[in-house]
């Protein structure tokens, strides 16, 4: 990760494509293949991947929400494909630190979205969830945080892996936490 433009600029050298050039054709390839050969499958699964790693950076924020790249990966999270939801999960998840993101994907039902991934079988699409869901609980946006979605990640608090139960534990301390500093102040 960079932490400056000037940065990044030095690094990249002269006449090369530009971060927002590159971001808007991944962004194309993505949205316009459409057949389901293996190849081209494993192509599209290739560009999600490298959206996703790119939504770490901060520098690449405002690129991806012009590019409406967070709306790519919202909808994603409903596909089939395992590697699709996963590198989409990812994206939310590197995403979601950010205030501005992450009040586009509340907005947007990124909550409602996410918890539908709690039953997944595999892992990394559970702690990007997990982890997302940590960073989307926003005292505004408790409400979102359903009887539902509290109980999956109770249940996930005793799940065979450490990774899934610790985060799931973390998740259900801060929630905890934030419910009883509201119902204090609520008392008030």
């Keep these: 990760m960079f932490s400056t433009k000037e940065q990044l600029i030095k690094r990249t050298g002269k006449n ?36 996703a790693n790119f939504s770490y950076d901060p520098i690449n924020y405002g690129y991806i929400r012009q590019l409406q790249i967070i709306d790519l990966f919202l909808h994603t999270l409903s596909e089939d494909n395992v590697k ?45 969830t997990i982890t997302s869901l940590i960073f989307l609980s926003v005292h505004e946006y408790k409400d979102q945080i359903t009887i539902e979605t509290f109980e999956k990640i109770t249940d996930l608090a005793k799940h065979e892996s450490n990774r899934i139960q610790n985060l799931a534990t973390v998740f259900l301390n801060d929630y905890n936490k934030a419910k009883a500093e509201i119902e204090s102040t609520e008392n008030i």
């Design 84 to 128: 699709l939801v996963r590198f989409a999960a990812g994206g939310i998840c590197n995403l979601s630190t950010d205030p501005i993101n992450k009040l586009y994907i509340l907005r947007n039902h990124g909550v409602k979205l996410l918890t539908s991934l709690l039953c997944s079988q595999d892992e990394d699409i559970i702690l990007s």
């Design 16 to 51: 090369p494509i530009g971060r927002y050039d590159f971001l808007k054709l991944l962004a194309t390839e993505f949205k316009t293949t459409k057949s389901k050969e293996f190849f081209v499958i494993e192509g599209k699964e290739q560009v999600l991947a490298n959206l």
